[in-house]
C-alpha cells in the first residue's frame, strides 16, 4: 500500500509502496482517512530532529501521529465503520507511569512512537492496531477528529495545570475561572486549540503573536470571544496563566515577571532556537508571587478520551470554527510538497487518503 | 522598653528605647527569649530592601522576624511560661486567599510582614500579640523554636512541592522517596534545613555549594547521612528534586536540562544579583521531561505548626545537631555589629534577650 | 405576570398573578422559556418538604428552579436573545466555602435557594438576576438546557467523586476509567443524567432498578450503551460505584459489602421513607475493603458551567436521546395538575412558558 | 528457636521451638526485641478470624505483626543494632496499586500479611527479612517503637482523611484544624493513638466509650489536653470528624446525622457484631449535609516511615505519656495467657524477647 515515509536522521520525505507484514494478533484493522501534519512531521523531513528513529529491523520510518480512521475489521468493541484515533506513544512497559498509562510520563525514556520514534506511524493507507491503544470517537466527530490529536496534547497540560493549582485556592469568588485572564503565545493550531480549550473553561483569553493576525486566525480569536495582541506592537500582558507554544526563550521569559501572583506558565513549545537571560530579579519575582512553570508533553489514553468530548463540545459551541482550522486538505501524492515547506495562511493542512 | 531599629529605605540598625502604646484588645503579652537574623534582616539594615518600610504613622520600623517567645499574661488558650512563636505575615483581608489563612498565596500583596514591611518587628523586649497569630510549641523546643520561622517556609514549599507533583505518581514502588535525589543549592541555615526535612520525608540529599564546606556544615551533613558537592569541583549532579536557594540563576539554570523526568525545582533564594541564559534546547528538555518550577514564599501557620511537629522529630532523630545549626548567640548590644556584617562561620546567629 | 405560587409548609399549588417589585440594580431581566419539575417542587406543593419556606416579607414562594431563560435586557456580559440558567443556591456570605463560590458545601445552612427556601423560584413569565448567578449556555442548548440544572449536580458529585478517588490510583492500566463499572440505582432523571456522564467519564453503566424499564429508558439506556438490570429478579452486582438516586437504605446497604475494593459509592437521593440495617459484618467489609461513601448536594457555578459542555458533548454524541429525557411539555394553566401528580412514564415533565 | 505459634483456623496458641530454614538471598537477620498484642491476634488465638491460614507448606503459623525488631547482620543500608520494624503486608504482585507500594489499597486480594495470612509474623526470637519490607527507626523509640505498626494505620487513615476532604476547603480561616472537633469511639490502643495523632493536627480531641475511663485512659486523655465522654451518661456529640473504632453500627449510627456539614467519618474497627438501622432521614442528613465515610485498612511503607517521625514527635511533646501506653510487658511463656485474654486495664501489652 501507499504510504509516506522517511529515512531519519536524513532529510526526505516519499510516497511509495510499503509492505509492512505486521503480526495481526488480536488488531484492528483500521483504514486511514485524514492525516494531520505538525511541525514534529516537518521537523523529521527536514532531517533536524534527532531522537526520530525508524522501528527495530527497518531502515525507514512511515510518517504521521495525527491520525483520523475507520475501523475496517473490528472485535466486540470495534465496529467496522467506529471512526478512531490511535494514541501516539506506548509506554516503556517497566516504570511505574507506563504501568499506569500514564507513559507521558515515562521515566525511562523507553518509550516508542508512530511516526516518530521506534515505531511506524499511519500516513499510509491502512493499519493494525492493538485495542489498547485505540480511543474510539462519535461520529459528529468525521470531519474534525483528525484534530484530536493535537488536541490531546493541550487537555493534557491544562489537566495538569489545574492539578498543579490545587496548592492553593486559584479559581475565583464564584468558583468559575471568570477573573482569570490566559495570554497565549502563538496562533498555530496549538495555539488556537489551547485558547479554544481555554474559553470553554470560563478563562478570559488573549492570543498573541509578534505579527498580526491572519484573516482565520482573526476568525477563530473573534468567534470564540477572545482577543488578539500584535506583541511586536504592544507588550503589556499580565497573563493569571501563560502558555507558550512557541518555545522560545525571548517569547516568554520577558513576560515572566508580569505574571500574576499564584499564577501559572505552561510551557509546551519546542522549536526555538536562541538563548534569552533570566535575572536574579526575575528569579526573586517568580519566588516572591509563588509563580509556577511546568513543562508538558503528549498525553494519556484518558486525555484524548476527554479531548473527544471536548472537541464535541466546541463543534457544538463553535460550529464551522472549528472545520476552520484545518485551512487546507491535500492529496497523498502532494503530501511530500507540503510536509516540506508550511503553506502560506496555513493552521492544520491535512492529507485526505481515498 | 529597649528595641533594635531601622529606618528603612535608610541605612543603619540601632539598639534604642521604644514605647509603642500598642492597644492591647485580646492581646498575648510575650517576652522575646530569642531573636534569630537572616538576610532579610541585613538586607534591611543595609538599605537595600526597598520593599521594608516602617508601619503606618511610624518614621522606624522594630526588626525581627524569627522569634522564640515566652508568654507573660495570657488567655484561656495561652498560659504563663507557655513558648510562643508568631507567624510572619498577616493577611490582606480582601483577596480569598488571605480570607482562607493562606496568606503566604495573598493576591493583592496589601499584606503586612513583622519586623519587614508595615509592622513591627519582634527583636524588643516584649511584644504584644493577637492570639489569632501565635503558635505555642512544645516545651523541649526551647532551645531551638527560635529556628522555626524559616523551617516554616521550608515546611511550605515542601508541603507545595508534594501538592504540585501529585500531577502524576512521583513515588517510588515502594511508596517511599527511597529512589529520589534532592540536590540542595546553598548551605546556609535554609539550605541545612531543606536538606534535614528531605532526609526526614526519605530523599536521598546531596548539599551542594561553591566552595568547601565549614566543619559545622560537614557535621550537620554527615550527622543526617546526605553528602557535599563542591561545586566549582563537581558539576554532573542529576537531580529528581533541585532546590535552589541562592538566588542566582547561574547556580541553578545549569542544572535545569539534568533534572530527571518528571522532577521539580523549587525557586527559595532571593538574594541573587546577576542574568543566566537559557536556551531554547533548554526548554525543549524541560517540556519533555514534564519539569515543574516552582517559586515559594512565605508560610501558614499550619506549615509553623506542623514546622513545630517536624523540629521536634528532628531534635530527637539529630539531638545536638540541631542546636549545632545556632552558630552563635549574641547580647542586644552586639546585636547591631552582626546585623551589619556575617559572622564567619556562620550558620544562625542569634539575639538572647535577657 | 403569571406565576405557580405555593405557600410552604401548606400543602397546594396555584397559577396566580403576582408583582414582585424587585430592585433591579445592575440584574439582567430574563424571559422564562422552561421550567423543569423534578421531585422537590412536588415534595414542597405536596406539603412533606418542611425546610421550604417564601422570602422574608411574603406569606408565598414563587416555584421553580430548574431554569432554561433568554435575556430580554442584558448588560456587557450578557446580550439579549442569550440563554441562561441560574443557579440554585445562594451563599450565607459569611462562611469560607461560601465566599469561594462554593455555596454547595455552605457550613451555616444561612444560604437561601430560589424557588426552594427564602427566595421567589423562576416559574413565572420574566425574573431579574443578579449576574453573579447566571450562566450563559450556547444556542444548541435551546431545546434541553432546562436539563441543566439538575445535570450540574450530577457534575458536582461526579467531580467529587474523582477528587475524593486521588487519594489512592483508581484508574485503570491504560489511565482510563473502561475497567470501572458503575451501577446507577433509579432510572428517574438524575438517575439516566448520571448514567450518561458516567458513560462519557468512560465507565460501564448499569441502570438498575426494582421494576422492568419504561420504553423509553429502555432507549435511552440502549442508546448509550449501557444495561438495565430489574433487581427484583437480579441480584449481583459487582459495582467499582454505587450511585445511589433512590433515597432507600434499603435499595443500597444490601450492595455496600458487594462493593470492589477501593470503590465508592455516592448518596444523592432523599425521598425514601425505611430503616435498614448495617451489621457489623458489613461494616468490617467497608474497612477491609477501603470503601468510601459521601452524600452529595446542590452544585457551584462551575458545576453548571462545566454542566453545560457536557450537555453539548451529549447531544452531540446522542443527539435525540438527550431530548427524550423530556417526556412531556405542559402549558403553564396544566402545571399545578403535574405538580400534584407525576405523568405515567415521565422521566422530565417541563412548562413551556410563552 | 522460640516462637509463639498457633494453627489457624484451629483455636489455640503455644509456645514452641519452630526451624523455618527460609532462604536468605539479600535479607537482614533481625533479633526480635519487642512484640505487641492486638485484637487481630486474639482473634486468630480465638479461632474467630476466619481468613488467618499458615504459610504454603505449613501447617502452622508464627503469630506476630506488630514488632520492634534489632539488626543482627545487615547491609550496606541497615547496620547492626540498627533499630526496625516490618511492614505487615506484602503485595500481590500484580494489581497496580500493589506494584505502587500501595498493597493497603490491594485489589486483588491476594496478598499476605505477616503473622495473619500465609506468611510467618514476628513472635519469635529472630527472623530474616527483606530490606524492602523493612523501615528503620531512630533509637529515640527504643522503648516505644513497637507501637508503630498500629500507629501506621492511624497515619494511613489520616493521610486518607486529609486527602479526600480537599475536595472543598475545609481547613480553619487561620489554615490549620483549631476550629474542627474531632470524637473518636474507644478508648483502646487505636482510638488513643488517633487521639494523639489529632491533637498534633491540631484538633480539638473528644475521646468516647460507653463506661468511664481506666486511670491511664483518663491520663493520657489529659496529657494531651483532650477530653473523654462517656457515651453512656452524655450522647451531644456534634464532630466535624468522627472516628470509629469499635466497629459496632450501634455506636456510630447513631452520631452519623450529628456529624458537622462537609464532615468526614473514619471506619477503622472491625470487631462488631450486631446490626444498627440506617434510616432514610439519616441518609438525606448525609446527602444534605455532604459527609463522607470510608473505611481504612492497613497501611503503607511510607506511613510506616512518617509514623516513625510522628512517634517521634509524640515522644517529644508528651514523653512519659507515650510509654504509659505500653501497660504491661511479659515474657515470652507467659505470652499464650495473655493472648488468649485481655489483661485488665490493658492498652498494650507487650512481650520481651531477651
Known sequence: MKAIVVRPPQEGVEVRDVNLEEPNNGKILIRTKLSGMCGTDRGIVSGKLTFSRPPDGYDYLVLGHETLGEVVEGNEHFKPKDLVVPVVRRGCGTCLN??????????????????????????????????????????????????????????????????????????????????????????????????????????????????????????????????????????ELKPDLLVDTSGHPSAFIPILPKVKKNGAVILFGTTGQENYGLTAEDVTTLVENNIIIFGSVNASKLDFEMGANLLVTLLGKYGELVNKLITKRVGVEEAPEVLRRKVPGEIKTVIEWK
Open 98 to 235: 507506563c504501568k499506569m498509562g500514564r507513559q507521558d510520563f515515562c521515566e525511562t525514556g523507553n518509550f516508542t512512537e508512530i511516526g516518530i520514534r521506534g515505531a511506524h506511524g499511519t500516513m499510509r493507507e491502512e493499519f493494525l492496531e492493538d485495542p489498547r491503544y485505540l480511543v474510539r470517537i462519535p461520529s459528529v466527530l468525521r470531519d474534525v477528529g483528525v484534530l484530536l490529536e493535537p488536541l490531546s496534547n493541550v487537555v493534557k497540560a491544562l489537566n495538569e495545570m489545574e492539578a498543579v493549582q490545587r496548592r492553593t485556592w486559584w479559581s475565583c469568588d464564584d468558583s468559575t475561572y471568570s477573573c482569570r485572564t490566559a495570554v497565549v503565545l502563538g496562533s498555530g493550531p496549538i495555539g488556537l486549540l489551547f485558547s479554544m480549550a481555554l474559553r470553554n473553561l470560563g478563562f478570559e483569553v488573549i492570543v498573541a503573536n509578534k505579527r498580526p493576525p491572519s484573516p482565520v486566525e482573526m476568525e477563530v480569536v473573534n468567534g470564540i470571544n477572545a482577543s488578539f495582541v500584535n506583541t511586536s506592537e504592544h507588550k
